[in-house]
């Protein structure tokens, strides 16, 4: 069964400093790997996927996140974070040739980013 | 760009009622997924359609079933419900349901049994 942590339940940022949230994942086999962002009182919204090749992925609104096998994280990262960032963010997981659909969900990360 | 469409946004249940939650996919989307996201947790997979067929099965209780229609909207019918039930309720679309596929949320149905 696959699984998907993200160690962080919080996240403090200053606006303009860079924004890192992790994620590793447990999968049998390769990954397909995901970041959703959710804002209050509004569904789960794509900012990026990583499904093969470059191992630097990049998203909306300026987010990258990094596949790395070895370690099996799959990293959200934003240069120069602004407020209007601060939200939650999900990292999911679903296997390659899985027989399923479903994505498997982290507990998630709250972002604050501080003006 | 036009969304995923849930209806209705918030519904107010007693217990051992019945609950209907609708879900309009992204036009040309074939797959329709159903998530549920109790306070304060993650989302979890409930069950998926693919032209109008189930293609996988989460964590659905029994009490719960779903289809999807020929033109591809799909409702969540929940019978008996119970307090525990309480959560935001996702519906997701996909173009063809494929492991790469992005799967776009809806702005999910917040239901509340008391």
């Known amino acids: 069964a696959q699984s998907v942590a993200q160690p962080e339940d919080q996240v403090n940022v200053a606006e303009g400093n860079p924004l890192t949230v992790k994620c590793t994942y447990s999968?049998?086999?390769?990954?397909?790997l995901f970041w959703y962002v959710q804002y209050p009182n509004r569904g789960l919204q794509f900012l990026l996927k990583y499904i093969t090749g470059d191992n630097l992925v990049k998203g909306s609104y300026g987010f990258e996140a990094e596949f790395n096998k070895s370690q099996t994280s799959f990293h959200l990262k934003k240069p120069s974070a602004l407020v209007s960032d601060s939200a939650l963010y999900f990292c999911a997981v679903r296997p390659q040739g899985a027989a399923g659909n479903k994505l498997t969900f982290g507990g998630g990360t709250r972002v604050l980013v501080k003006p | 760009a036009a969304g995923v469409i849930q209806s209705p946004r918030h519904l107010i249940k007693e217990k051992r009622e019945t609950a209907t939650l609708k879900c309009y996919p992204i036009?040309?989307?074939?797959?329709v997924y159903w998530y549920q996201q109790g306070p304060g947790q993650d989302p979890q997979f409930l069950i998926s359609f693919y032209e109008k067929m189930q293609s996988d099965k989460g964590s659905i209780p029994d009490r719960f079933s779903a289809q999807q229609f020929s033109d591809y909207h799909s409702e969540l019918n929940m019978s008996s419900l119970e307090l525990g039930d309480s959560a935001l309720y996702f519906c997701a679309s996909s173009l063809s349901g494929g492991p790469r596929d992005t799967q776009y949320f809806g702005p999910g149905t917040r239901l509340t049994v008391l």
């Open positions: 999968v049998s086999g390769n990954p397909y």
């Open positions: 036009p040309r989307h074939d797959t």
